[in-house]
């Protein structure tokens, strides 16, 4: 119980943070490729809005990630083995290397103001970049110019310019920085969380976690909780029977319920009515349940399923 109690530190849900700032200096990033369950993670962590210096952009496993500002210094240090990652796939799409490096002066120069998919892939044809906007290429190309340092997408989904000033900083400080919001955790566990491969997590500097005990904290967790992302091994929160309730394929995980670290339900919401289904004996869920319901203004019932 002591390793989840120090995750659930870690990770703000015992110990919730003053506000966004606060938040992002102790988890670094929440991942955002959906939006509302990015607002449920800050919920249960205990900030109500994501108003403040955050990008939205690919960071770790390519994946789009909630970062402050100053954190964009990651994008430098692992775009590089996601643009790698993908040549394949983007040469496939007729994504040759010559047209991405192409693409990246003409998305600055079309990029004046906030787009939507749509708009760019209409803007870059008229600057002589022509892509299918019915393929994956568009996708491809935007996610290629992410990892360049080049554009992010914001919370409304459209895409902007981005400059990363950032001083570099290498793989041990992201390991710190992954430690301070997932330990007690492994290199295995920081190579799955950051997309990194294992060749490039090896030897790194010892890092101390924070003491802490069970504080009997209760949590709803929503879809793509950094929570059980942070690991490779996720046995110590989630019994491997409950596994295939939680983790249902393609990264994505159901929304669920942690009592002092461990996964105890899942649940749904549908409206105002949140179902519940328990693992074994009921969480008492009255204190979350009422948070949900003013975070969502809505009057929030509970039924167990």
Excluded: N
Aim: charged share 25%; glycine share 8%; with cysteine.
């Amino acid at each position: 119980m002591t390793l989840l109690a120090r995750r659930m530190r870690a990770q703000r849900l015992s110990h919730p943070a003053a506000d966004v700032t606060d938040l992002f200096a102790s988890v670094f990033a929440l991942q955002a490729q959906d939006v509302p369950a990015a607002r449920l993670a800050a919920r249960a962590r205990g900030v109500r809005s994501l108003d403040g210096p955050l990008v939205r952009t690919w960071a770790m496993r390519g994946t789009l990630h909630l970062l402050h500002e100053d954190d964009l210094w990651v994008v430098r240090l692992l775009g590089p083995t996601f643009i790698a990652a993908g040549r394949r796939r983007r040469a496939q799409l007729g994504l040759t290397d010559a047209l991405c490096e192409r693409a990246l002066p003409a998305l600055r120069e079309i990029l004046t103001e906030p787009l939507d998919r749509a708009d760019v892939v209409r803007r870059l044809a008229e600057v002589g970049l022509p892509l299918d906007p019915k393929s994956q290429a568009p996708a491809h190309l935007l996610a290629f110019a992410a990892h360049s340092g080049v554009l992010c997408r914001g919370l409304d989904d459209t895409y902007r310019l981005l400059r990363v000033d950032a001083e570099p900083r290498g793989v041990d400080e992201l390991w710190r920085r992954y430690r301070r919001a997932y330990g007690p955790a492994t290199p295995d566990d920081f190579a799955a969380w950051s997309g990194l491969p294992k060749r490039e997590v090896k030897d790194l500097p010892e890092v101390a976690d924070e003491p802490a005990e069970p504080t009997g904290a209760v949590r709803l967790l929503g879809h793509f909780d950094p929570y059980l992302l942070g690991y490779r091994d996720r046995s110590a929160a989630l019994a491997p029977r409950h596994a295939p309730l939680v983790q249902t394929g393609g990264g994505f995980l159901t929304p669920h319920v942690v009592v002092d670290g461990r996964v105890v339900a899942v649940w749904r919401r549908t409206g105002a009515r949140v179902e519940v289904h328990p693992f074994g004996e009921r969480p008492d869920l009255a204190e979350e349940i009422a948070d949900l319901g003013r975070f969502l203004d809505l009057d929030v019932r509970l039924t167990w399923v």
